[in-house]
């Protein structure tokens, strides 16, 4: 019988830095992610070790300047990290992708001097960040928040809780929204707040269907007073800052839901060229040829919309369209994906014995997190039609 075993994905790679940088990641990925993540997963238990060894390699803060402990590299080269890293386990490339969200703001809008004084330790001091924007009542609606930040003096006084924060009681720093003024959009700030702030706490995390290794909890804001030096660019900029975050952060989604997806395909190809039936491996019948070809061409489709997407970004070109395509598109092919990949390994697939199950639950969450696809399909049809009428 032919090796039908899963080879590594053949990327397009702009240089050669950028094919050692996704040698490294693999190597981590196999030698220090994989073998437990099942286990881990399973347990509920935050590889915490990992994002520390993934600090150390200068992988967490690979799209920011060099100048500042980031790894300067494009877009394009940093979200094939991400798809590489959720492969292997999503709650790592997740996690990679939310810490990239919380650094944003400060890294993009903030003063050289935050920058200079907060970006090293953020990027590559060993510090994991989260990004808070979600409320308990204002998750689509994000403009609707109700936290409020009150001038005092030099500081800022923040009360309120933030929902479904990934990282949230476990990071080191999190980028709050905040209402400093009006009702709506224009009265929002963003404001950096230690960890280890006093008044901050977390709730027990969430139950979840899948991801269980990574902590989504609510956070309360109880007087928790930061310095106006933490806020991070104007007043009232919060809401325009956090969008534009999401922009990225949508494509770096896409990019874990391709890694998920690769994940399962491997896995699916794998089994069906083991398994035998009939007396042949099941991998020779024709209707699951075709649903193996089916899905490995949804992936190479979806890899290729978020490439183009971060390529634009690279660029300096308007990328915000396409990035809601790529997350719309990317997390439902992981769903269908890992939907089939369960469906071909049959009973094996519908138990935790192999991984299928674990990639089909977690595929789920890809298409709510960061903006529901039901809001990309909104965004889209923006850019194509305008706003709607009010």
Same mark, same amino acid.
């Given at each position: 019988?032919?090796?039908r075993? %899963?080879?590594p994905?053949d990327?397009?790679? %702009?240089? =050669?830095?950028?094919?050692?940088l996704i040698?490294?990641?693999?190597?981590i990925?196999?030698?220090?992610i994989?073998?437990?993540?099942a286990e881990?997963?399973?347990?509920?238990?935050f590889?915490?070790?990992?994002?520390t060894?993934?600090?150390?390699?200068? *992988?967490l803060?690979?799209?920011?300047?060099?100048?500042f402990?980031?790894?300067?590299?494009p877009?394009e080269?940093?979200?094939q990290?991400l798809? #590489?890293?959720?492969a292997?386990?999503l709650?790592?490339?997740l996690g990679?992708s939310?810490?990239t969200l919380?650094?944003y703001?400060?890294?993009?809008?903030?003063?050289?001097e935050?920058?200079?004084e907060?970006l090293?330790a953020?990027?590559?001091g060993g510090l *994991?960040?989260?990004?808070?924007l979600?409320?308990?009542?204002?998750?689509?609606?994000? /403009?609707?928040l109700?936290t409020k930040a009150v001038?005092d003096g030099?500081?800022?006084?923040?009360?309120?809780?933030?929902?479904?924060?990934?990282?949230?009681?476990?990071a080191?720093?999190?980028t709050?929204?905040a209402?400093?003024?009006?009702?709506g959009?224009?009265?929002i700030?963003?404001?950096?707040?230690?960890?280890?702030?006093?008044?901050?706490s977390?709730a027990?995390p969430e139950k979840?269907?899948?991801?269980?290794?990574?902590?989504?909890a609510q956070v309360?804001l =109880?007087?928790v007073?930061v310095p106006d030096?933490?806020r991070?660019?104007? #007043?009232g900029?919060?809401f325009?800052?956090?969008?534009?975050?999401?922009?990225?952060?949508?494509?770096?989604?896409?990019?874990?839901?391709?890694?998920v997806?690769?994940?399962?395909?491997?896995?699916?190809?794998?089994?069906?060229?083991?398994?035998?039936? $009939?007396?042949? %491996?099941?991998?020779?019948?024709?209707?699951?040829? $075709?649903?193996?070809?089916?899905?490995?061409?949804q992936i190479e489709?979806?890899?290729? *919309?978020?490439?183009?997407?971060?390529?634009?970004?690279d660029?300096?070109?308007p990328?915000?369209?396409?990035a809601a395509m790529?997350?719309?598109h990317?997390t439902?092919?992981?769903?269908?994906?890992?939907? =089939?990949?369960?469906q071909?390994?049959g009973g094996?697939g519908?138990t /935790?014995?192999?991984p299928?199950?674990?990639?089909?639950?977690?595929?789920k969450v890809?298409q709510?997190?960061e903006g529901?696809?039901?809001?990309?399909?909104?965004v889209i049809a923006?850019?194509l039609a305008? %706003?709607?009428?009010?």
């Amino acid at each position: 019988m032919p090796d039908r075993a %899963p080879q590594p994905v053949d990327r397009q790679l %702009p240089t =050669d830095e950028a094919r050692d940088l996704i040698s490294l990641v693999r190597d981590i990925a196999q030698r220090e992610i994989a073998p437990s993540a099942a286990e881990e997963e399973d347990t509920g238990r935050f590889p915490r070790e990992v994002f520390t060894l993934l600090s150390d390699s200068g *992988l967490l803060g690979l799209p920011y300047d060099a100048e500042f402990g980031g790894g300067e590299q494009p877009y394009e080269v940093y979200l094939q990290v991400l798809e #590489e890293l959720a492969a292997a386990r999503l709650t790592v490339g997740l996690g990679v992708s939310v810490h990239t969200l919380a650094s944003y703001a400060l890294a993009a809008h903030g003063t050289k001097e935050q920058q200079t004084e907060h970006l090293p330790a953020m990027l590559g001091g060993g510090l *994991l960040g989260a990004y808070c924007l979600s409320e308990p009542a204002s998750g689509s609606d994000a /403009a609707s928040l109700r936290t409020k930040a009150v001038r005092d003096g030099d500081d800022w006084v923040i009360t309120g809780t933030k929902a479904w924060i990934t990282h949230g009681g476990i990071a080191d720093f999190y980028t709050v929204m905040a209402r400093t003024g009006v009702d709506g959009p224009r009265g929002i700030t963003a404001f950096l707040v230690p960890g280890d702030a006093e008044g901050l706490s977390a709730a027990v995390p969430e139950k979840k269907m899948g991801l269980k290794g990574s902590p989504t909890a609510q956070v309360h804001l =109880d007087g928790v007073r930061v310095p106006d030096a933490r806020r991070i660019g104007e #007043e009232g900029q919060g809401f325009a800052i956090a969008l534009s975050a999401l922009e990225s952060g949508r494509l770096g989604i896409a990019a874990c839901a391709i890694g998920v997806a690769q994940a399962a395909l491997d896995e699916a190809v794998s089994y069906a060229a083991e398994r035998r039936q $009939f007396g042949k %491996p099941i991998a020779d019948f024709q209707g699951l040829r $075709f649903m193996l070809a089916d899905m490995a061409t949804q992936i190479e489709a979806g890899r290729a *919309l978020y490439l183009t997407a971060a390529r634009l970004r690279d660029a300096g070109l308007p990328f915000a369209k396409q990035a809601a395509m790529a997350k719309l598109h990317c997390t439902d092919t992981a769903m269908r994906v890992t939907t =089939d990949a369960v469906q071909i390994l049959g009973g094996y697939g519908y138990t /935790a014995d192999f991984p299928a199950e674990r990639y089909m639950r977690e595929a789920k969450v890809l298409q709510i997190v960061e903006g529901t696809n039901q809001i990309q399909r909104m965004v889209i049809a923006r850019h194509l039609a305008g %706003p709607e009428e009010r």
